[in-house]
Nanobody, 126 residues
């Protein structure tokens, strides 16, 4: 089956940057729709960013727009999330999500993604 492995999380001070990576295996990578979600304790899992399989353009939640950038490297079967100007409110577990098929209009919905990574923790101190 498809496996997703995230990495790159850690502890940073407010205003700092991190780059998360998600490596996909098991199926043709360029046929996946892929996204990043995050979940803080006691809160629902929330959409962060998604990327198209063709043009590679990104879609972002309003809370991260202008600060985060999603990208992909087909040769390495990897999707990245560059996070800049981090704030304490960004503290959460970050999860990579994927499923077969093109990006959908409801790309922000957790239910349209079949495969999930185990997450990587991002903690931002004030």
């Amino acid at each position: 089956q498809v496996r997703l492995v995230e990495s790159g999380g850690g502890l940073v001070q407010a205003g700092g940057s991190l780059r998360l990576s998600c490596v996909a295996s098991g199926r043709p990578f360029n046929t996946y729709r892929m996204a990043w979600f995050r979940q803080a304790p006691g809160k629902e899992r929330a959409f962060v960013a998604s990327i198209t399989w063709s043009a590679g353009s990104g879609l972002y939640a309003d809370s991260v727009k202008g600060r985060f950038i999603i990208s992909r490297d087909y040769a390495k079967n990897t999707v990245y999330l560059q996070m800049n100007s981090l704030e304490p409110e960004d503290t959460a577990g970050y999860y990579c999500a994927a499923d077969e098929g093109r990006i959908r209009t409801d790309y922000y919905n957790t239910q349209i993604y079949k495969y999930w990574g185990q997450g990587t923790q991002v903690t931002v101190s004030s």
